[in-house]
């Protein structure tokens, strides 16, 4: 079948029959647009990454959840223009059911905690990896899928929560060798540009969408951002005290604008000295242009971001104290944060921090001839029970493809059972690193 593959992807190269199968009659074996497949050299390290999320969870006492990757749309319809709603993957099901493959996690969390209500704990802490999707028109050749880990704090009203999930980014950070030369994490609130809003008499319902349209400054022209806002009503007086606070670069600045007893600056100075405390503070920068493009937060936002500036954001959260109410229920205190699977790749590679975890196993075990075959299985169950993982040779092969087949697999043992030594009640283990060999009675192999 690899021979047909290959033949069928020179040979004809895109798929030409209405079937959707090239004129061999092979089917398409391409994922579908926009998705990928994981390959086990692709797993492993998936798994890897996956692992150093999960441990990080760990570490800081978080509860693993999750939530099917098909919601009820409704759970991300939100009219603050948002890139993440606009590309919605969305669809009507076969019961005539409004649905959306989630583009994000923390509407399936509001929906599992509003589910638990009263009786849900508090403080929750719970963490998640899961798939997310978006339906981007190929143009963009972007992908419509990637992984994500979230970790959120429900029911902590402080910037101690906000404090409590940078420490855990920059924990995992460090863990797969990245130090604060190589990232950083910008951090600013939100209650900034709400203060400035308010300055200017900007409704407080046009708040979320100012938000989005702000933060595509480091995507978009200035002059298109403007347009954008003056498009919303934003007048352009109230435009430009907005940017300039956004171009402040120290709380000390911030505190001038806003005045001594600001909201934005007593978190924004208590975070920095929390910061302190952990021991990440030089991993942050205060940086008001950052404003995040989820319309639900409501105070602390902050990113993650490649200090060679090459990449986006590596991650992003913050605070969102309202998410509840707006799914009907009492609201409270809520932040996290979500790290995707991707610029957290790309970066390890230009780094050259990025691992390339081998298949290996413990043991080979082989018989060598059909009659010991089973005798074979049974020392393969035997070590399997024991914990080791083994490799049992499952086809008459001579010894110099065992050890070749051991090699391969990077296995520590090759475990020969052979008819002079099984009549004797043994087998023959071959260290293979230290190359030398014994022979060990069944009943004290582990
Ligand atoms: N929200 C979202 C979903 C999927 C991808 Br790929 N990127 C962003």
Partial sequence: ????????????????????????????????RGTRDF?????????????EFAAVSTAFGF?????????????????????????????????????????ELTPSLARLVLQRGRTLPLPAKWFAIG????????????????????????????????????????????????????????????????????????????????????????????DKVEEELRVLGVPPATIDGVLSALSIRSLEELSRLLGPD???????TRLFQLAEGYGYKD????????????AYYTGIVFEGFDREGKL??????????????????????????????????????????????????DDVVVPLDTALRPAASGIASRLRRAGRSVDLVLEN?????????????NASRLVLVGASEWERGKVVVKDLAKFHQEEVPVEDLI
Wanted: overall charge positive; glycine content about 8%; proline content about 6%.
């Fill in 131 to 222: 798939q997310c999707w978006r339906y981007e028109r190929m143009t963009r050749g972007r992908r419509r899928e990637h992984y994500q880990w979230n970790m959120d704090i429900v029911g902590v009203a402080g910037v101690e929560a906000e404090a409590e999930l940078l420490a855990a980014i920059v924990t995992f950070f460090e863990r797969v060798g990245l130090s604060k030369d190589d990232v950083g994490v910008k951090v600013s609130s939100r209650k900034v540009l709400q203060s400035v809003l308010t300055q200017y008499g900007v409704p407080p319902e046009s708040f979320a969408r100012v938000c989005i349209i702000v933060d595509k400054l480091d995507k978009l022209p200035r």
């Fill in 1 to 32: 079948p690899i021979k047909a593959v290959a033949e069928a992807r020179t040979v004809v190269g895109k798929i030409t029959e209405p079937t959707g199968r090239t004129d061999k009659g092979l089917i398409d074996t391409q994922p579908p």
């Fill in 283 to 294: 991993w942050l920068v205060f940086d008001p242009s950052v404003v995040r493009g989820l």
């Fill in 262 to 268: 600001s909201e934005a600056v007593a978190d924004l």
């Fill in 397 to 409: 092969k001579k010894m110099k493809w065992a050890f070749k087949h051991a090699e391969k697999l």
């Fill in 39 to 51: 390959f086990p050299e692709d797993m492993r390290l998936r798994n890897w990454l996956f692992g």
């Fill in 63 to 103: 509860e693993q959840f999750d939530a099917p990757v098909l919601e009820s749309e409704e759970l991300f319809v939100r009219k603050a223009g948002e890139e993440i709603t606009d590309q919605l993957y969305n669809f009507e099901d076969k019961g005539q059911r409004r649905v959306a493959l989630r583009p």
């Fill in 312 to 361: 986006r954001a590596i991650c992003g959260g913050g605070r969102y104290d309202r998410l509840l109410g707006a799914f009907g229920g009492d609201n409270a205190p809520m932040a996290g944060f979500g790290f995707g699977d991707a610029v957290i790749v790309e970066l390890l590679k230009e780094k050259g921090k990025l691992p390339a975890p081998p298949h290996r196993v």
